[in-house]
């Protein structure tokens, strides 16, 4: 498909439980985002990719959550042992990185732990 | 510490009549700014931008203004229409380490009256 691409885009799951989401950018785009909404707030940023550089990590809550880029591409994301608190959208948004600075963002994936 | 801060968490306007919404931010090295428009169940859009050299930029019937003296843009849609209706996200584009961050404002819900 031409835009940003996010599967599941409903999970529901036990505390306690791991879960993955994935993001398939657009393709060519070389910067990638993670952000995360949760009920009544707004974008919470998470992790972004750039290329082939050191991902900036500083808005992953805790050490449970990690993600991944592979190839410079698809990107998941990974919440350990999750918590009722992770509930949320979690939406993924790429950018060009010839692009003056919009991103594109995916639907989302909405997740509920239980 | 919120860097962008949107105030008003929601507005409602007639249709017809022009709607205004604002966003406030704190940090000076900020370089470019977006509007991003959500609806429910929905990933958001990309609105409008303007870079931080320019004051106004217009697109049909969206203009975003800029006072960096006070740190405050705002989006006028004239005239606002039912689907307009959504929740508006401010963004502003900053550079760190790893290249270009966005942050985004907690969102303004709008609801257009028909």
């Known amino acids: 498909g031409a835009g940003v691409s996010q599967s599941p885009s409903n999970k529901v799951t036990e505390k306690g439980k791991d879960v993955e989401l994935r993001c398939d950018p657009i393709s060519g785009h070389t910067a990638l985002y993670w952000y995360r909404q949760s009920l009544g707030q707004g974008l919470e940023f998470l992790i972004y990719?750039?290329?082939?550089?050191?991902?900036?990590k500083s808005g992953l809550p805790s050490d449970r959550f990690s993600a991944e880029r592979t190839g410079g591409s698809v990107s998941t994301l990974t919440i350990q042992r999750t918590q009722q608190e992770d509930s949320a959208v979690y939406l993924c948004?790429?950018?060009?990185?010839?692009?003056?600075?919009?991103?594109?963002f995916g639907e989302g994936s909405r997740l509920t732990v239980l | 510490d919120q860097q962008v801060k949107q105030n008003s968490p929601s507005l409602s306007v007639q249709e017809g009549r022009i709607s205004i919404l604002n966003c406030d931010y704190t940090?000076?090295?900020?370089?470019?700014f977006l509007w991003y428009k959500k609806y429910p169940a929905e990933g958001p859009t990309f609105l409008i931008s303007i870079s931080s050299i320019k004051d106004k930029n217009e697109d049909g019937r969206f203009t975003v203004f800029l006072n960096k003296s006070a740190k405050h843009l705002s989006l006028h849609i004239v005239p606002s229409q039912p689907g307009d209706s959504a929740v508006y996200f401010c963004a502003a584009r900053g550079i760190d380490n790893y290249g270009q961050n966005f942050v985004f404002g907690p969102g303004t819900r709008l609801s257009v009256l028909p």
């Open positions: 990719f750039q290329g082939n550089s050191a991902p900036d």
């Open positions: 940090n000076s090295m900020f370089d470019y």
């Open positions: 948004a790429s950018r060009d990185r010839l692009n003056t600075g919009e991103l594109f």
